[in-house]
């Protein structure tokens, strides 16, 4: 039979060291484990509703010149460019003093109506602007009273008539900076909403009220406003191998 040796009675003092320095270690191990789950969690950036960094913030509006007046040499160039509606009454193109600290000219349209309106329009070669906001321009009009409107076109017209623009007063003579958007281009006639793939030209009109004669408005910088750059989409097509030519034997 195995021999059981018992201890000598007394106080187990040698095993309460191992017994306690394990338990620190144990919870050294978790009070450090906490620590580190709480630094990360606030390592974390705090979700927020709605808000947005500095690299997030959004892009500025892009804009591009829709009539560029600085870009014409004199009043001849400028007619040049523009075409009178045959069916309207008479009209003169000429180059003036900018509406604006900052512009050199401005464009100033004089009008005879005939038919109970005049204007004129030029082609546009860059018609493609999906992404469009808004038209920006500044406006003088030496003729208050007057239905004045610019006028898109894409094989239908589309019309913003001044009057009915927010923040334009048709009493006033002074320079005046409006924003149009592109929603107040409504059809000329009927329903439809303008294609901003395929705008074709651009006109200015004045239609006839309270019986006057005659009248003048001075336009300038007249620009595109986008969300942003738009990009024309490029078209390619598949090459065809030439056929080989059997030489003869």
């Not at 892009?62 to 460019?81: C, H, K, M, Q």
């Not at 009209?91 to 004129?120: N, P």
């Not at 406003?225 to 738009?230: A, G, R």
């Amino acid at each position: 039979m195995r021999r059981t040796t018992v201890p000598p009675p007394g106080p187990t003092r040698r095993r309460r060291p191992r017994a306690a320095a394990l338990a620190s270690l144990v919870a050294v191990g978790a009070l450090a484990a906490s620590t580190l789950g709480g630094t990360a969690a606030a390592a974390r950036p705090a979700a927020t509703d709605g808000a947005t960094t500095s690299a997030e913030s959004p892009a500025a509006p892009y804009t591009r010149a829709l009539e560029d007046v600085e870009g014409y040499a004199d009043d001849a160039a400028l007619s040049a460019a523009y075409s009178r509606n045959a069916n309207g009454g008479a009209t003169a193109l000429h180059l003036v003093d900018g509406l604006h600290e900052g512009s050199t000219h401005a464009l100033r349209l004089d009008y005879t109506y005939a038919s109970g309106y005049a204007g004129v329009s030029r082609p546009l070669a860059d018609g493609y602007w999906p992404g469009l906001q808004a038209i920006d321009l500044w406006v003088q009009d030496l003729t208050p009273g007057q239905d004045v409107l610019l006028q898109l076109n894409d094989g239908a017209s589309y019309e913003a008539h001044l009057s009915k623009v927010a923040g334009f007063d048709p009493t006033s003579t002074a320079p005046q900076h409006l924003t149009i958007p592109v929603a107040d281009f409504a059809p000329k006639s009927g329903s439809g909403t303008l294609d901003l793939k395929g705008v074709t030209s651009f006109a200015v009109y004045a239609n006839q009220a309270a019986g006057v004669p005659t009248g003048s408005v001075v336009l300038d910088d007249l620009s595109l406003v986008f969300d942003q750059e738009p990009v024309v989409p490029t078209v390619t097509f598949p090459t065809t191998a030439s056929p080989r030519t059997r030489c003869p034997t």
